[in-house]
């Protein structure tokens, strides 16, 4: 007599808006591979398809807002999401589509990577673009994982007064709507990476990571993927941004140069590490 069959236990799914990347170094290419290696199941919203290598982005073609809708709806009704990731919004049509689109759904948390350029520079968001996202975006914001650079952008005010500090920035963001703000200092000049969490009462950790040679590419689609995977997978905000922030740390101590340009980080680097103990000979010894 057979056995019956048991269903294994669905896996944490999350719902991941961002472009496509040819190189898999990032977008949601690196959302998919990201969020696999933590053990949740990708679920995917095309918002753009990018002409890009590892040198930098070359042409860039945003996905129709009405598609956008469809791809995400489509999947919404039919699957259940434990969080949504959010990164390069290419149109201001766009931007609305996703922030009506998770307005439906308030209790799910919501990840935002604010992609504004690429690793070499390239300009991907204009200000129309950004001001869609700091008016409909921030509010329905769970974390938003901007780097210095970006940071800068989404905060600024109208007055003059120069480059605001990062903890002003991050002040900004809160109110502008998102519960935490995570700032990243990988382009900042300090001998150490240093990433820092806000919440509404102000910083709530400073983690302090070895600055790795080299530039990558895809570090900060790997951080807030890792993040909203943590999440899925039941973690609270700050237990999701430390467990995180060491998984993209690893991925990238474990990253190859694919190209000619950018780094590319590791997201599997435990399943290869894996597979070196199998096949050492037994009686083998760390040097």
Known sequence: M?????????????????????????????????????????LTALT????????????????????LEQQARTVLEDMPVAAFKVGLLASVENVLAVAEIVADYPEIPLVFDPV????????????EIIAAMREMLLPQTTIITPNAPEARRLAESDEDEGEPALDLCAARLIEM???????????????????????DQGVLRHDRWERLPGSYHGSGCTLASAIAGCIAGGASVEEAVRDAQDYTWQALDKGFRA???????????????EAEDENKEPGDAAS
């Open 2 to 42: 057979q056995k019956p069959r048991i269903t294994p236990a669905t896996p944490p799914q999350v719902l991941v808006f961002a472009a496509s990347d040819p190189t898999s170094g990032a977008g949601i290419q690196a959302d998919i591979l990201t969020l696999a290696s933590l053990g949740c199941h990708p």
């Open 48 to 67: 753009a398809i990018t002409v890009q290598d590892t040198t930098g982005v070359h042409g860039l073609l945003p996905i129709a807002a009405d598609m």
């Open 116 to 127: 504004l350029a690429s690793g070499r520079g390239d300009n991907l968001s204009g200000e």
């Open 177 to 199: 709507g998102a519960q935490y703000v995570l700032i990243t200092g990988t382009h900042e000049n300090t001998p150490q990476v240093v990433n820092t969490l806000y919440g």
């Open 259 to 273: 190209g000619m340009g950018q780094f590319i980080p590791d997201r599997m680097f435990w399943a290869r590490e």
